[in-house]
């Protein structure tokens, strides 16, 4: 029975580590990287669909976490070093040039924090904050030829505020088809429109919600590190997961709306890509 066992045991192993080797033979992503979603097996197009479920705050700077389900994956084209995508909320297009430089563009829509974000009536008074379309600008430079290590710098700007994340990155145990590990640390900088949208307490919400008026400066937000990793279970599924922690800075936590100086979320899911 124990032979029988151990046979059955090595029989679905090989299995697992064929398929494995079967999905990274025949997909070659533009950039070999788990962050970076590819559903495209070359030139044409590329369709992912499935779910992600999060643990997370339930707005910035709240001590409340909660479960969130989302629809995971999107639609791509590619075209050379070139993919058009739409995902979610936002279209883009990315391109890699020279084999180092991974350049970025998306445009999306944001959405504000609502009072009921809060089940302990923590944002009482306060109201809905701000939503609207983002404009996200990214850079990502590759320090070695297979993407082992990297440089990233992202700006995103619209009718909410800017925001700018500036990074660096390893990928840890990585392959080809851009399954395997990554891990980044970045700093965080906004200016004052998204501040005070996130962190601020205009004067009619004071007068709401009874906490001071409060307004934030631009400048220095936080710093963070976030932990991504990809993998193939068999030729077209896909499992993703994704851990992010950040700490804010003395004039985030300053804030009556920040109950926690920190934020962190884990999420994992699965996608089937066709």
């Not at 533009?30 to 970076?36: A, D, G, M, R």
């Not at 009921?116 to 609207?132: K, Q, T, Y």
């Not at 320090?143 to 990155?169: C, K, N, Q």
């Not at 993703?240 to 709306?257: K, N, P, Q, R, T």
Request: charged residues 25%; proline residues 2%; hydrophobic residues 40%.
């Amino acid at each position: 029975m124990k032979k029988a066992a151990l046979q059955v045991a090595t029989f679905v192993g090989a299995l697992t580590f064929l398929c494995v080797v079967n999905a990274a033979e025949n997909r070659v992503p533009l950039v070999p990287l788990p962050s970076i979603d590819d559903f495209t097996n070359g030139d044409g197009w590329g369709f992912g669909l499935g779910v992600s479920v999060e643990y997370e705050t339930a707005y910035e700077g709240s001590d409340e976490f909660e479960f969130e389900a989302d629809p995971a994956g999107g639609v791509q084209w590619r075209t050379g070093e070139n993919i058009f995508f739409w995902a979610g909320e936002a279209v883009g297009w990315r391109t890699l040039v020279k084999d180092s430089w991974l350049f970025q563009t998306s445009i999306g829509y944001e959405e504000g924090r609502e009072e009921s974000d809060s089940e302990d009536g923590r944002l009482e008074g306060l109201g809905e904050s701000d939503s609207g379309v983002a404009v996200l600008l990214e850079a990502r430079y590759a320090l070695t030829d297979d993407w082992r290590y990297f440089l990233d710098g992202r700006v995103s700007a619209g009718e909410i505020g800017t925001l700018g994340i500036f990074g660096a990155g390893t990928c840890l145990a990585c392959q080809a088809d851009g399954t395997g590990w990554e891990v980044g640390a970045a700093v965080t900088f906004h200016d004052s429109k998204l501040a005070n949208r996130d962190f601020g307490v205009t004067t009619q919400q004071s007068i709401d919600s009874g906490l001071p008026e409060t307004d934030v400066d631009s400048g220095y937000r936080s710093t963070g590190v976030n932990v991504s990793y990809r993998n193939y279970l068999g030729e077209n599924w896909q499992i993703f997961g994704e851990a992010l922690y950040e700490a804010f800075g003395s004039d985030v936590s300053d804030s009556l709306i920040t109950r926690n100086d920190y934020e962190a979320e884990i999420g994992v899911g699965f996608i089937y890509v066709f």
